[in-house]
């Protein structure tokens, strides 16, 4: 039994602090593949992503020791293996960004083909041909990537798409590439900027990142370096999600608004009040949200890891409002739970209908996935009567204890059961 339980509460009220960003610190971890030496990562979330990237590096022989309870220490020693086994990358896709450091660093990688979130085909086609066009070789067999190179060599790499992840693969392989990486079309997220400032204190040299086109001039070496994580922009979306669903006043710690224009702009359209504060946003909701419209985009646009945040807030607005899901065709499976409770959803291929309903109902439901399971806990605090969300673990992947955190603001929500927290690295 492994589940979180909202029941009904008064609106939110208070501070609460948003932890660093899960999708900056899996990509910082990898990259202490490139050098020799010790690490401190601070600002690193308790979530079960971080866990299990802790667990891939141990097994290339790194040490990977939580030695604060939000700061880790990395050593990596002169020689590390080069195989991320299935059993891991299996349960987070993001395990692929090893496949970059690797073979710039190793010269071999053998990475098994990733699983990860259900948001229908995710394939990998850009990095191996980014990695490629590097110089690298790479073959699939058995349901492992093996690669190898006798030295990359710089080149320009032209994205079909603004893969977050295949920027991030090829800028950690690039860094230490003979000669000059140019990523055109390159994704813009705040996390890769986050990861290029981390692998200059590395003394790599890359210009443009947060930019379509990066400029990465390969150096011969890198050594250790320290690193605070950015704030989590998702995990601050869920609590202004959550305030629009349940009222109230609330302020987050931490958060900054320049990562997150788009999605506040939205929020404020919906008729939630949003202003930033010295140390984070401060956020208000007296009313019933409007409905508008959403369409996902690549960053700046709006996160496709918003949208069940948001579509979860639109299922009780004022009005109808079409969803257009633009990055991951498959990202709707949460609708037929939020109808479950009560929720008037039509989706059709990748758009959705959401007409506004008063008010949702409590019932059982379940986590398909890390933002899917946190907007189920998010309706369940409009709703009438219990909400039971159950398989939390898929929430715990990205989130450090998101019932205590909502407790802490007021609201009634409860684990049972097993709580997958973080215990080492
Ligand atoms: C990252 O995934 C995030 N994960 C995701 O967050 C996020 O939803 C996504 O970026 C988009 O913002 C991490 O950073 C760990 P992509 P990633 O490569 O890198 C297609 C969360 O909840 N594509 O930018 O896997 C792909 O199918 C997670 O925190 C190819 O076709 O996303 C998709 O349609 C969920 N070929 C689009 O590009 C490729 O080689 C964007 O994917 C690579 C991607």
């Known amino acids: 039994m492994d589940q979180i339980v909202v029941r009904p509460g ?24 490139l050098a020799e030496g010790d690490y401190r990562l601070r600002n690193v979330p308790a979530i079960t992503d971080v866990e299990t990237m802790g667990e891939v590096l141990m097994c290339m022989g790194l040490d990977v020791t939580r030695i604060a309870p939000d700061e880790l220490a990395i050593h990596r020693g002169p020689d590390c293996g080069v195989e991320a086994p299935y059993e891991l990358v299996e349960r987070m896709r993001a395990s692929i ?55 990359l060599l710089g080149c320009r790499i032209t994205l079909d798409f603004p893969s977050v992840g295949a920027t991030e693969n090829l800028l950690l392989a690039a860094v230490l590439a003979k000669g000059t990486t140019v990523i055109d079309n390159a994704a813009r997220e705040p996390e890769i900027a986050d990861l290029a400032v981390f692998l200059n204190r590395m003394g790599a040299t ?35 999600a959550a305030v629009a669903l349940a009222r109230g006043e609330i302020t987050l710690e931490g958060a900054r608004a320049d990562h997150m224009g788009m999605f506040i702009q939205k929020m404020t359209d919906m008729g939630v009040w949003i202003t930033p504060t010295s140390s984070g946003l401060w956020a208000s909701a007296q009313g ?17 890891d918003y949208k069940p945040f948001l579509v979860a807030v639109l299922s009780v607005a004022d009005g109808v409002a079409i969803v257009t899901e633009n990055l991951f065709a498959g ?55 219990e909400t039971v969300v159950a398989d939390a673990f898929h929430i715990d992947r990205g989130y450090d204890d998101l019932p205590a955190k909502l407790r802490q603001l007021g609201a009634d929500v409860t684990r049972e059961g097993p709580t997958q927290r973080a215990s080492a690295p």
């Open 10 to 33: 008064p609106p939110l009220e208070g501070t609460v602090r948003v932890g660093g960003a899960k999708n900056a610190a899996l990509k910082l971890m990898a990259a202490t593949l």
């Open 288 to 304: 019933r949200p409007r409905s508008v419209d959403v369409a996902t985009l690549p960053y700046p646009g709006i996160a496709t």
């Open 206 to 240: 890359i210009h443009g990142a947060g930019t379509s086109t990066i400029e990465i001039e390969g150096v011969t070496e890198l050594r250790p370096a320290d690193h605070m994580v950015i704030p989590d922009r998702v995990e601050a979306a869920t609590f202004l």
């Open 97 to 151: 960004v090893v496949l970059g450091p690797l073979l710039g660093r190793v010269g071999r990688a053998r990475v098994a083909m990733p699983g990860g979130d259900d948001f229908g085909s995710r394939p990998i086609d850009m990095h191996l041909a980014g990695l490629e066009q590097l110089g690298a070789t790479i073959e699939v067999r058995h349901g492992y990537i093996e690669a190898w190179t006798d030295g």
């Open 331 to 385: 990202r709707f499976k949460y609708v037929s739970e939020l109808i479950r409770m009560g929720a008037n959803i039509r989706t059709e291929g990748h758009h959705a209908v959401v007409r506004g309903v008063a008010r949702l109902s409590g019932a059982p439901v379940r986590a398909s996935d890390i933002r899917a399971g946190a907007a189920m806990v998010l309706a369940g605090l409009n709703a009438e009567g």
